[in-house]
């Protein structure tokens, strides 16, 4: 499959140069060569989250993220309110629980985006809230919620607002310390553009007052000892020396580049899909769509979790479908990673000319001229 | 530092098919290809594991797999007995009176390994303990302890015997089911020959009865759920395909080649160490010396900080030093790993060469010629 073209919300595709960093040999945490690595990691990845506070490299997925932001915050009986509107706000809110949070589910209809006034709302009337959950990205529905809306009413109440920001963080703006949101993670298979392994977390000192005083038992994730690890240098236990040194190429590369800049690509990946998928009739699934992801609702005579199947084994194109009650319904394209525009193209190609083995007549020599011209229009009158 | 031997008791050289796959393109992990990774993965698991119980692999260091053991087996108030005879005893312990066990320690001096006889005594008076928690091999004193006898003993309590193998599972034999041992964890960057980033457990049939009735609060290393993913062919969270990817190769070649020959190899690797070692004037530490590590005691004209440095700054050889109170007085080699016989003729050179720069006055010549003596006989005669 080595001329295939991966195109999910994570795994992304990796930059050729993290590649050969990921198959370099091994060398130990505790040299001063790594040193210089993890210290460079932690201080550019500060840039990314937009914050002057510590951000920590964790080996865990991501959801191991959102257990540290939770576990280090939430005490027993806490009043937790959940703004779930697909999946991983739904898994959210079920380790908020787990973790002995009273959990206030606050649904939002799938693809669609929180309204903040709601929020705002649900807070006067509770203002024994102590925590406030929300997907940056809801990955399951490619939608985005307005996260500095949000900070801005949680901020003047006295909860946290903690924010997985897995399928958002390195792929768009998310400003940690302007916003005031209290807990931050990303996940290094996304905009990070490395495996999945490590996940990035960050809080804000309003939260660390209440990470002082939390009382929930912890270890693996006890981020007090992280960082008392992390100053010495160090992190707390054994290094992540793979993914970490791919980080730190990754970090100096968008940061060279300038951070405006990477996400406008990715936003670029955005726009051409939404273009040129509504020439293929296919309709934006979310109501508030993330750059980082999209999805694409299909015609309704397609049985959607065939079509993947066959863009897969057929035509090695792999995109995500729909989840749970989405299944068979929806595409997710991925923005995030190594995705050179000519890949977009081929993807465009390989769509359109399955499309037409289920039944659609598209003109495929009209369509690479369009996208050909999406291409040359979006992606260079920056 | 290309040409630097790195012989640590982990991370630990890569094979360079290892290397190879680590920095191939990415692929998703829900697809048919990567399905059939994990699950040749976690069957050959079972194999080193020397158990018919299921074998999970976690995103995480080998102390989150120690923790998964422990979390989903203790409860609130639970007796533990902690055997402790180095730093990852004391950890343990640490992380089981974190997650509320009250916890019984036994130390033992460093350098020696537990009598069985004495937990023995300690289960019959302390019939209420539930857990006793002991590492196969404590790293920083590479002393391994009599793990078969104490799953005797224990095995015949209600209590569970949770054994952290990290710097033993891969390495020598473990035998799960035979001896009864109730939880075991292994780490990627130890005996697998990885990098840094997995932990891999399993339970016993007796733990499991444990694991159905635990009430400690737990979600990312929840191994029931971990186990219904399984079973469905997925891991619970995004999977570790890089390390997943490399893992399947290392299986297979370990059990292609033999499990008893490759444990054979480390154990040669150790018997060269020790026997060059006493050449070189450096005594073992441990009373009950592991295979898959050794510390040697130096000199006490050496300051062993500064020894260690010199032999990484200017030989290229990197080793670890003592921790906590052996610090600068042991230096510790590992023989887990991708390590060619000559790097190990490599290294005693560069070893006795820095002993000499410090004092002592060897004939390297004579040195160079046991080394290959050593070689051609440990690593000739099976």
């Known amino acids: 499959m080595s001329n295939s073209i991966l195109l999910t919300p994570g795994p992304v595709q990796l930059h050729p140069e993290v590649e050969k960093i990921l198959g370099l040999p091994m060398i130990h945490h505790r040299t001063p060569q790594f040193d ?15 914050t002057t506070q510590p951000v920590f490299a964790l080996t865990s997925t991501g959801t191991g993220g959102m257990e540290c932001l939770l576990i280090n ?3 027993k009986d806490d009043q937790v309110l959940a703004i779930i509107s697909g ?32 929020i705002e709302s649900i807070l006067n009337k509770n203002p024994e809230i102590k925590i406030v959950l929300c997907q940056a990205c809801e990955t399951s529905t490619a939608t985005s919620h307005p996260i500095e809306e949000l900070s801005k009413i949680i ?14 963080l390195g792929a768009y703006p998310i400003m940690m310390d302007e916003w005031k949101i209290d807990g931050l993670v990303g996940g290094s298979q996304k905009a990070f553009m490395l495996p999945t392994g490590m996940s990035f977390v960050s809080f804000s000192e309003k939260a660390w007052v209440q990470i002082k005083k939390n009382k929930n038992t912890k270890f693996y994730f006890n981020i007090e000892n992280e960082y008392a690890a992390n100053k010495k240098g160090e992190t707390l236990f054994s290094s992540n020396v793979t993914i970490l040194r791919a980080l730190d190429f990754v970090l100096k590369d968008i940061l060279k580049k300038g951070l405006d800049k990477h996400f406008q690509e990715i936003k670029n990946r955005a726009l051409y899909t939404q273009r040129i998928s509504s020439d293929l009739g296919l309709t934006l699934y ?51 990673g190594y995705i050179p525009t000519n890949q977009l ?38």
Chains 1, 2 share one sequence.
């Open 345 to 382: 193209h081929e993807s465009t190609l390989k769509l359109a000319a399955l499309l037409n083995e289920n039944g659609f007549n598209f003109n495929l020599e009209a369509i690479e001229n369009k996208s050909k011209d999406y291409i040359k229009e979006i992606f260079t009158c920056q």
């Open 73 to 75: 915050t939430l005490n």
């Open 155 to 168: 901020s003047k109440t006295s909860a946290l607002f903690l924010v997985d920001a897995i399928t958002a």
């Open 286 to 336: 979310s109501k508030s769509p993330s750059t980082s992801v999209t999805a694409l609702k299909l015609p309704t005579t397609i049985d959607g979790v065939k079509f993947r199947d066959q863009l897969e084994k057929k035509y090695s194109l792999i995109v995500m479908g729909g989840q749970d009650h989405l299944k068979g319904q929806i595409l997710r394209l991925g923005h995030m």
């Open 87 to 118: 999946k991983f706000g739904e898994r959210w809110a079920t380790m908020a629980e787990s973790f002995g949070g009273q959990v206030l589910r606050h649904n939002v209809p799938w693809g669609e985006s929180v309204n903040p006034k709601d």
């Open 36 to 50: 210089e690595i993890l210290n460079s990691c932690l201080k550019n990845l500060k840039k990314i989250f937009c």
